[in-house]
């Protein structure tokens, strides 16, 4: 298995930029909110700091188990580095769309770092397309396709907002049982369909994501 590094990050480090790695989970889901995380390794880094996040075994979320994710987000939690969780819930979903709520939830992380920074000159190195928000455009950015395999910041990003939200979703399937958030986190599984088709929807689903189920019902 191949691990992301810090190869983009290094690029940027030497022109002085505060790098900031982003990325979004829960998009395709079917209920609950859009997560983002924002991720920064301050520029006051040293080459040890660097190894010892490359020892941990970061990587694109997808690519981890649960107890892995959870591990290395408790870890990091512990480090001298910037990080920030934003998100959209389902109201913003349904009102202005999946790309613009997904947009709103990784400018909040974002601007969160930036904040902690206390600096303009920042880099944005975003997993996917550009982040199009009016509040970033100030700041440059590179988007990556398939970036939480590439960048180290950006995993790491992608491993906080998992972490985040899973926890958020089985809380809340304390609240709305029926449709067991806790095990498949308001993804699309069979259970979670059949669960939309015998109980109807929450206010916690997405009306244009269950549309197709609803017509069943």
């Known amino acids: 298995m191949t691990f992301p590094d810090f190869s983009y990050e290094k690029s940027l480090w030497r022109e ?3 790098v900031i790695g982003v990325d979004e ?3 395709g889901c079917l209920a609950g909110p859009v997560y983002a995380a924002a991720f920064c390794v301050p520029l006051t880094h040293t080459l040890t700091f ?3 996040l490359e020892s941990l075994g970061i990587n694109d979320s997808k690519k981890l188990t649960a107890p892995k994710r959870e591990m290395i987000a408790k870890h990091l939690q512990t480090l001298p ?3 920030a969780i934003g998100s959209s819930n ?3 979903i349904n009102t202005h769309g999946i790309v613009k709520a997904t947009n709103q939830a990784m400018a909040q992380a974002i601007l969160k770092v930036i904040e902690k920074l206390k600096t303009t000159n920042a880099h944005i190195l975003a997993d996917g397309p550009q982040i199009l928000h009016p509040d970033l455009e100030m700041f440059k950015q ?3 396709i398939k970036g939480d395999s590439l960048s180290l910041s950006i995993a790491a990003a992608s491993i906080l907002a998992k972490v985040a939200r899973d926890e958020y979703m089985t809380e809340l399937s304390q609240q709305y049982p029926h449709y067991f958030w806790h095990e ?3 993804y699309g599984t069979l259970t979670h ?3 939309i088709l015998n109980h109807g929807i929450s206010n916690q689903h997405r009306t244009l994501f269950v549309r197709n189920i609803i017509q069943k019902i």
């Open 25 to 27: 989970v829960g998009r």
């Open 184 to 186: 498949n986190k308001g």
């Open 81 to 83: 580095v910037h990080f």
């Open 50 to 52: 660097l190894q010892e």
């Open 90 to 92: 389902v109201t913003a």
């Open 193 to 195: 369909r059949q669960a």
């Open 142 to 144: 590179t988007p990556l």
């Open 16 to 18: 002085d930029f505060q």
